[in-house]
């Protein structure tokens, strides 16, 4: 099956930087995108199409794409960024098309 | 700005029918670029996405699903609605509808189409069990 694979957990102090991975053969070619989830809320979409902000994001987030990984990574953290992230691309090969993220929990120190 | 909200049941009895609606409310659900989604997240695990529909009534469904998923729209409504029929306990989850945005980019000089969802309710928690 179609996994887009991300580490269970990041940690990082206040200030520092957090980089946030997912993982796929030639995930490189994809259009990337990640949502944060804080406890109780919906998801909500913080970077698209690899390294597009929505209005309204701060420009601490920004993303990468290369090879077999994507990277979200947020910069300055705040205690406000800690939530869940996950990553999600569009895939016609895959089974199902729309894949998300097995998700990361970023805890701030 | 555009608001979504998911309503119906939300405790459902095993093998019978799970209904949720999805009103939309500062925008058009036939505005085009668009279509309307339903994803789904178990308790303290990932997101599932089980399928999206287009105003013109185009659906796609996830393939693990798809033998008991029906969504449908309703225009005049503004509104679109999920069905899972004979529901288990492993259906319980918060069901969340959301807006799918299609974009397309230039990558390696063939034009690429790439969606996300760029709007979402607030969730409904639906619990299977007698």
């Known amino acids: 099956s179609y996994v887009l694979t991300q580490p269970p957990s990041v940690s990082v102090a206040p200030g520092q930087t957090a980089r946030v991975t997912c993982g796929r053969d030639?995930?490189?070619?994809?259009?990337v995108h990640w949502y944060q989830q804080k406890p109780g809320q919906a998801p909500l979409v913080v970077v698209y199409?690899?390294?597009e902000r929505p209005s309204g994001i701060p420009e601490r987030f920004s993303g990468s794409n290369s090879g077999n990984t994507a990277t979200l990574t947020i910069s300055g953290v705040e205690a406000g960024d800690e939530a869940d992230y996950y990553c999600q691309v569009w895939d016609t090969s895959a089974s199902p098309p729309f894949v998300f993220g097995t998700g990361t929990k970023v805890t701030v120190l | 700005q555009l608001q979504l909200q998911e309503s119906g049941s939300g405790l459902v009895k095993p093998s019978q029918t799970l209904s949720l609606t999805c009103a939309v409310s500062g925008g058009s659900i036939s505005s085009g670029g668009y279509s309307w989604s339903w994803i789904r997240q178990p308790p303290g695990k990932g997101l599932e996405w089980i399928g999206y529909?287009?105003?013109?009534?185009?659906?796609s469904y996830n393939p693990s699903l798809e033998s008991r998923v029906t969504m449908s729209v309703d225009k005049s409504k503004n509104q679109f609605s999920l069905k899972l029929n004979s529901v288990t306990a492993a259906d319980t989850a918060i069901y969340y509808c959301?807006?799918?945005?299609?974009?397309?980019?230039?990558?390696?000089?063939?034009?690429?189409?790439?969606?996300?969802?760029?709007?979402w309710g607030n969730g409904t928690t639906v619990t299977v069990s007698s």
């Open positions: 529909i287009y105003h013109s009534g185009t659906t």
């Open positions: 030639n995930i490189g070619t994809k259009s």
């Open positions: 959301a807006r799918r945005r299609q974009r397309s980019r230039l990558f390696g000089g063939v034009i690429d189409y790439y969606y996300y969802m760029d709007a």
């Open positions: 199409n690899v390294i």
